[in-house]
Nanobody
Framework: QVQLVESGGGLVQAGGSLRLSCAAA????????MGWFRQAPGRERKFVAA????????YYADSAKGRFAISRDNAKNTVYLQLNSLKPEDTAVYYC??????????????????WGQGTQVTVSS
């Protein structure tokens, strides 16, 4: 069982930045891959970024490349998502997920075993 708690969302103007955090209550945190997805109203949950257990490998959706950065601190059982140059279309609820099977597809929501409650990010124009 993994309990995930996101924080750091909020309201920001276009071009601004936010840093999302996801704290995990789990032993051997470095054994699981972590990912961030987002979901806008009426839309499906979409992949944003993922990171390997060691933190050495990262993956990004095309919409996130060059603007967002995923990182993790295994000593703190926490994964982060730095959001820069935000656009109104980035508005969504952002969820972090934990993936026990590190061989599964990192960009597919069904690969993740546990999810946090989500944190709202709203970007005004």
């Amino acid at each position: 069982q993994v309990q995930l708690v996101e924080s750091g969302g909020g309201l920001v103007q276009a071009g601004g930045s936010l840093r999302l955090s996801c704290a995990a209550a789990r032993r051997a945190f470095s054994d699981v891959g972590m990912g961030w997805f987002r979901q806008a109203p009426g839309r499906e949950r979409k992949f944003v970024a993922a990171i390997s257990g060691t933190g050495r490998t990262t993956y990004y959706a095309d919409s996130a490349k060059g603007r967002f950065a995923i990182s993790r601190d295994n000593a703190k059982n926490t994964v982060y998502l730095q959001l820069n140059s935000l656009k109104p279309e980035d508005t969504a609820v952002y969820y972090c997920g934990a993936r026990s099977n590190t061989g599964s597809y990192y960009d597919v929501a069904q690969s993740y075993d546990y999810w946090g409650q989500g944190t709202q990010v709203t970007v005004s124009s």
